[in-house]
């Protein structure tokens, strides 16, 4: 048989599933960038992929959900945190680094429900603090200190490594922890998931049970990754032990199956996503 085509990103928050899958049989490992992968799962260039749970949704074609891996939080993120410099019942622009956009979703809901505010969306590239405009040119603001905006979700490695000056921010929300207030539930940014086609090929249990099985494995040697894969990331050891240990989940829990529908109808009701049923492989 052809070997499965899986798409991922290599982060240090995706070590625990995708570490060792590249010496694994049967599989092609295809490194990407987060917000890439849905579209090579649509252009068939993919088979599986972890990405963002909305993408399942907002994807021109049907995707299904694997429970063989997931990455999310029961409480505190750590990288997916929301930056003010006012109050957050008082933002009234959200410039958003738009490398999860799950978080980008979660972050309105939240802002919605806890705040009672809607601030329209400013893409914005937080690493070279340049907003976005709709045409994918970048407007220049000038000094790299002084360009940090109003409101800012921040999300992902940069979160530690790049974080923005704390005196300029005095109201911070992780979107997790946040979450987890809301709703008593779990959350989960990305899942492994592939075309609802492909739910018919007859290598998907056998790969849904290897990526399964390497997320256990992973689990099992943590510290050795955080040993390997903390440095190149630029991440403190014992805060990336702490992230990946205790504020990260993987496992496809009920919990988190419930959590997963239960954000969407959410994001659904809210006009931020399409009204569709989530389809589980």
């Given at each position: ?101 799950t ?36 407007v ?37 922890e ?24 007859p ?51 009920p ?24 389809v589980?492989?």
């Open positions: 048989m052809e070997p499965v085509r899986i798409a991922c990103v290599r982060y240090l928050n995706t070590a625990p599933l995708v570490e060792g899958l590249d010496k694994a049989q049967g599989v092609t490992l295809l490194p990407s960038v987060p917000s890439r992968i849905i579209d090579m799962l649509t252009g068939g260039l993919a088979d599986i992929g972890l990405a963002s749970v909305v993408d399942a949704i907002n994807a021109p074609g049907p995707m299904a959900l694997i429970p063989a891996g997931m990455i999310g939080c029961d409480g505190p993120t750590l990288t997916v945190r929301l930056f003010s410099s006012v109050p957050l019942d008082q933002v009234v622009t959200l410039h958003a680094d738009t490398d999860s956009h978080s980008v979703i979660l972050a309105q809901v939240l802002l919605h429900h806890l705040y009672k505010v809607r601030p329209p969306l400013v893409p914005f590239d937080a690493r070279e603090r340049v907003e976005l405009s709709e045409q994918g040119a970048c220049t603001p000038g000094d790299l200190h002084d360009a940090w905006p109003p409101t800012i979700l921040l999300i992902g490695d940069k979160v530690v490594t790049d974080a923005p000056p704390a005196d300029r921010y005095p109201h911070q929300l992780d979107l997790g946040a979450w987890k207030t809301l709703t008593g539930l779990p959350f989960v940014y990305a899942m492994w998931m592939c075309p609802v086609a492909f739910m018919q090929d290598r998907l249990p056998i790969t849904a049970a290897l990526l399964d099985r390497q997320r256990r494995h992973n689990l099992t040697r943590l510290d050795w990754i955080v040993q390997c894969r903390a440095p190149e990331a630029r991440w403190p050891l014992p805060l990336a032990r702490t992230y990946l240990g205790e504020n990260l989940r993987y496992e496809v829990t919990q988190a199956r419930e959590a997963v529908e239960r954000f969407l109808s959410i994001a659904a009701e809210l006009n931020l996503i399409a009204r569709r049923s989530v589980w492989a």
